[in-house]
């Protein structure tokens, strides 16, 4: 996997409750192979566009060739407005997806949603309703996703600790099987929910599916 440089830079996004703060990671001076939208945890148990499983999945896209934009939910750090019990956030996610869909360099090449946790929950709603090219989810909230979406044929990676403390991977994998495509699953073992000591290889699995799914 590539160790280029990435660097960062703030980005302004009008949303549906206000100005909505993100940034996009992106090797320097690369044109966008794909752009990805990452969706950071709860915001209401310290979740933000900071958080470490966040950044490498932003990260790890960029050094793909990727733009990838991760953003603060409302009412998280400099967002404008409050915690909306989910729609509020899903509608925030749709509005970082349209934000770069509206820029021309971005308007055509393939779309990655990804998310982690709360935002694994969120990222695999905006991909019901967000033309995309691959989906990644890293301990996704899966109790919070609607139960009349298994129909849909995503294409799909679902990251998963055996040991996770707060979302046991039992339920997560029996629930992803009950989809008529069933997600291509990356299990960690002894592996907890925020993946400690285990970053570089949960880079690894996603920049082979990704490679996999876009190249």
């Not at 206000?18 to 966008?32: F, L, Q």
């Not at 989810?137 to 919070?144: F, G, L, Q, S």
């Not at 997600?183 to 929910?193: C, D, I, L, N, W």
């Amino acid at each position: 996997m590539s160790t280029a440089r990435v660097d960062t830079d703030p980005v302004r996004i009008s949303g549906p409750a206000g100005e909505i703060e993100a940034a996009i990671d992106r090797t320097r001076d690369s044109a966008a192979e794909f752009i990805c939208v990452v969706c950071h945890p709860h915001p209401l148990q310290q979740g933000t566009m900071q958080n470490k499983v966040v950044t490498t999945l932003s990260r790890t896209a960029a050094r793909l060739g990727g733009h990838s934009l991760r953003f603060n939910y409302r009412g998280v750090g400099n967002s404008h407005g409050s915690y909306d019990g989910e729609r509020g956030e899903l509608e925030d996610a749709l509005a970082a997806i349209a934000h770069l869909r509206t820029d021309p360099h971005y308007s055509t090449v393939p779309l990655v949603i990804a998310g982690f946790s709360f935002g694994g929950a969120i990222a695999y709603r905006a991909a019901l309703e967000a033309d995309h090219a691959a989906l990644v989810t890293v301990a996704p909230a899966w109790e919070r996703i609607p139960g009349n979406a298994f129909d849909r044929e995503l294409r799909w990676l679902l990251v998963h600790g055996d040991a996770d403390e707060i979302i046991p991977a039992a339920g997560v994998l029996q629930w992803a099987q009950m989809h008529a495509r069933p997600p291509q699953v990356a299990r960690f073992e002894s592996t907890g929910h925020f993946f400690h000591g285990r970053l570089p290889g949960l880079a690894e699995s996603v920049s082979a599916y990704l490679q996999e799914a876009l190249f």
